[in-house]
């Protein structure tokens, strides 16, 4: 434990410079989604104020955020006129136009973490080549310019193969899985055909998915939140819990990955570090995102800060926070619209009904403005004392099931 502690806060030491007066600065979030939103409601106790940049009129940032322009983070104009009101900006997607940001950091705008990471991130077969030249273990991977191409990954890597879009993917919408030679084509056309720009990933057959929200403030010093292990339906975060229930030299592997890949990156803030554990106890990096992510959502209630705190407060210049668990066990669930509009509403709203009834039990609702199947709508985590308890909780409370005797 000794070790965890002197790898949590390398470099912690150099204390930060910053003055609270920057505090008055406006940090600007491209993005106003739920990640955005819980930004807001993390800078809020600090008196920190965040203005975001999202097309949509009542995105769930929007909503409460201290300024929301309309406007698209991939339109050129509207991210310069957002910029001249903010003192930094940063992102809570990584979809985003980064030529402007390159621009305007080359205009001495403070962005962080820097375009530069933006960019390696946002096109993911350029993300793998440079996790690969960095010596961050990962599946193999292709580039895939043809339907031939795709053969070829097929002969080298083996079916099932992963069919993966490299640009523009979330929750799995940009991937494709072909079990066969003869399915190549399907699968392809599935996801916009090869002109929408493909690669091909190496099956990872693992155990587990195992999760790190690694924070870097200004400084360049690293902490990292504790290993969670994430499950999946239909690509789609499903659950995470916290911590992961994996041996303490597991742990310190998975730690050490994604530390490394953050550590090839450049500015500051939190990047969520998504991994794959497989039987043999190797890990592989399977993506990194620039920003609070998903897996990270336990850190409210779970952690002594919050990954949407430490987000500002690396953004900032501003201490960092211990992310060490404050409870024994966390588990996570994701809202997703189970049906479109008032019925899907019904039924989310019975979910989080039963959670409000259970202890230990956090609601979020992210007021999207329309309910929509397969989206992520909102989420609860329940903390206990133990993964046994915190996972009962949570099965009474999505499944109905067992008895509610926690
Ligand atoms: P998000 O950004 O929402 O996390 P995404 O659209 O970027 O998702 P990935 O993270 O690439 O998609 O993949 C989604 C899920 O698909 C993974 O969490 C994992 O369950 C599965 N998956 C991805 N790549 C592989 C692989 N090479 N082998 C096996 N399963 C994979
Ligand atoms: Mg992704
Ligand atoms: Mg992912």
Not at 78 to 90: S, Y
Not at 174 to 189: P, T
Not at 248 to 261: D, F, G, S, T
Request: with cysteine; charged share 25%.
């Amino acid at each position: 434990q000794e070790e965890d502690v002197e790898m949590n806060s390398r470099g912690c030491e150099t204390l930060c410079t910053t003055t609270w007066g920057l505090c008055d600065t406006v940090i600007g979030v491209l993005g106003g989604g739920q990640l955005g939103r819980m930004l807001c409601q993390a800078a809020s106790p600090m008196g920190v104020r965040v203005s975001v940049l999202d097309p949509l009129p009542d995105c769930p940032a929007g909503k409460i955020a201290y300024h929301h322009q309309v406007g698209s983070f991939k339109d050129m104009e509207a991210v310069r006129e957002f910029a001249k009101g903010c003192g930094a900006l940063t992102v809570e997607i990584e979809h985003v136009n980064v030529e402007t940001l390159e621009a305007l950091a080359r205009e001495n705008v403070d962005i962080e973490p820097k375009p530069f990471t933006i960019r390696i991130i946002q096109d993911k077969y350029i993300q793998k080549m440079h996790f690969k030249q960095h010596g961050v273990s990962l599946p193999e991977f292709m580039k895939i310019d043809s339907e031939e191409d795709a053969e070829e990954a097929g002969k080298l890597f083996g079916y099932p193969l992963m069919l993966k879009s490299r640009r523009d993917a979330y929750d799995g919408r940009g991937n494709a899985v072909a079990q066969s030679r003869e399915a190549l084509s399907l699968a392809i056309s599935s996801l916009g055909g090869i002109e929408r720009g493909l690669y091909a990933e190496k099956w990872a057959p693992f155990v587990k998915e195992l999760a790190v929200m690694v924070a870097r403030g200004r400084n360049g010093c690293i902490r990292s939140f504790p290993v969670v292990e994430t499950t999946h339906v239909s690509n789609i975060c499903n659950t995470v819990e916290a911590p992961a229930r994996i041996a303490p030299e597991v742990a310190k592997l998975a730690m050490q990955v994604a530390e490394r890949a953050v550590g090839s990156l450049t500015g500051a803030g939190m990047f969520g570090v998504e991994l794959f554990l497989l039987e043999d106890g190797n890990v592989l990096l399977n993506e990194v995102a620039p920003r609070p992510h998903n897996s990270g959502h336990y850190t409210i209630e779970a952690c002594c800060v919050s990954q949407y705190e430490q987000h500002l407060r690396c953004v900032l210049g501003l201490p960092l926070g211990d992310p060490s668990m404050k409870v024994p066990a966390s588990l996570m669930y994701n809202i997703l619209g189970e049906a479109d509009g008032e019925e899907g509403f019904t039924i989310a709203h019975e979910t989080m009904r039963r959670a409000m009834s259970v202890p230990g039990a956090s609601v979020h609702w992210y007021e999207k403005p329309e309910i929509r199947k397969q989206r992520k709508m909102g989420h609860i985590t329940v903390v206990g004392p133990s993964s046994e308890v915190v996972r009962a909780r949570m099965d009474w409370i999505i499944n109905t099931k067992g008895i509610q005797d926690y």
